[in-house]
């Protein structure tokens, strides 16, 4: 055996290593979605974030000192004739030159400009910065939807991974069946029919076992793409599939929850108050601006003979008529505004809806998973009073067989009512605001 492998290495044959499964909690998965490097809905809100972030600073930099120094050293010539200059010198045999030059001249100059007051600019940049909380908590309500998308992924790689032992149970009870069948036959209490009947039964429950684990390789790869992981990684959930109650709570209350924590109406009211305020960095428009100028620097034909110069004022800037370019802006910023509100009134009634369908449907998921559960233990005692009749010689294998059908389908409604009561506990936890408290 050894050489075997000293051969593989001195051919450089690659050999391939198992890799060990990524063992993967309910909290780890939504931590690894949520986190910067995880969705690329969760990079994308922070990219956003980072743009509203350079809006905002443009926005400030008309409030602040502008700030230039230029050196200009030109070698010119000049037609002053094209100028309109045309000087007569009434002295004889002289003619005032029309070109002149080349010559030199240069200019070392600082100017600097300031913004005493535009109440325009100073509205965009207060509109800026409801950009950057409505971004802020973009970022939030993106981690919320995030989180119940990798939540739902996982509950649905739960029930993947609870179908498939299911499924592997129906085929060990098959097996039992047959052998007993099998057992009858030879005692001589049994018949042929009886045993096709069971083979037919384990035909079938393998069927559904490989279904089971393809739908549950689906449900896994689900899982990594929600997750942003390689899809090549193999997990291993170590969570299970179980009920958890939930604290009560009237609808009133989730109401009020919900309307205080929900990011994405924190993070549309800050849209509306940004339109707000931006219409009304609009109307100002029309309002005169005060800016404050001035520069200081050396002029001259060279560094030898250069003077100081300087300008300074202030310039009034009072709108008259733009061809009604403001006005056209000020109704589409006000369009915009009333756009947003009613996205807002929209949110709110939304909210209320996710909210009351949440608790009808965890109400509901409960009674499921209530009767569900009673269902479960009765078809278990039907099908062990079937086999303890049937090795009896009271009755035949179909009587054992009805009772193993409903057996299945009693496993079955208990992994879809948990997995029922598990969502309608996210989309409750997800219409509050509280994906990630309730996970993390």
Known sequence: MKLAWIWI??????????????????????????????SAKVQLAEEALRQAQGRRAESRAALLPNLDAAFTDQDLTRNLAAQGINIAVPIPNFHFPTFVGPFTTIDARVSASQSVFDFSSIRRYQASQAGVSAAKSDIAGTAEQVAAQ????????????????????????????????????????????????????????RQR???????????????????????????QLT????????????????????VRQRPDLQAQQDREANARISAGATRMERLPSLTAFGDYGSSGTALTNALPTR????????PVFDGGRRDARRAESASQYRAERVRTNDLKEQIELDVRL???????????????????????????????????G???????????????????????????????????????????????
Do not use: C
């Open 358 to 392: 949440a608790l009808d449907a965890l109400a509901s998921a409960e009674d499921q998973v209530k009767v569900a559960r009673e269902g479960l233990e009765l078809a278990q005692n039907e099908l062990t009073q079937a086999r303890r009749r049937y090795q009896a």
């Open 150 to 205: 990798v939540a739902r992924a996982y509950l649905g790689a739960l029930r993947a991974d609870a179908d498939v032992e299911t499924a592997q149970a129906n085929v060990t009870l098959s097996q039992a069946v047959l052998a007993q069948a099998e057992s009858q036959k030879r005692a001589g209490t049994g018949t042929g029919i009886e045993i096709t009947r069971a083979n037919v039964q384990l035909a079938n429950d």
């Open 394 to 440: 009271v009755t035949n294998s179909l009587e054992v067989t009805d009772a193993q059908t409903r057996l299945e389908r009693a496993r079955d409604n208990q992994t879809a009512a948990l997995y029922a009561y598990n969502v309608a506990r996210m989309d409750l936890a997800q219409a509050m605001g509280q994906v990630r408290s309730m996970v993390l």
């Open 9 to 38: 290495w001195m051919l450089g044959a690659p050999v391939a290593f198992a890799q060990a499964p990524l063992p993967l909690s309910f909290a780890r998965a939504v931590e690894i979605a949520t986190s910067p490097e995880g």
């Open 209 to 235: 076992l490989l279904v089971a684990g393809n739908a549950r390789r689906s449900a896994h790869l689900q899982l990594l793409r929600a997750m942003g992981l390689r899809l090549d990684t193999e997990l």
């Open 239 to 258: 969570d299970t599939l179980s009920y958890k109650p939930v604290d009560a709570v009237t609808l009133d209350q989730a109401k009020a929850l919900a």
């Open 311 to 318: 300008t300074y004022g202030i310039s009034l800037r009072v």
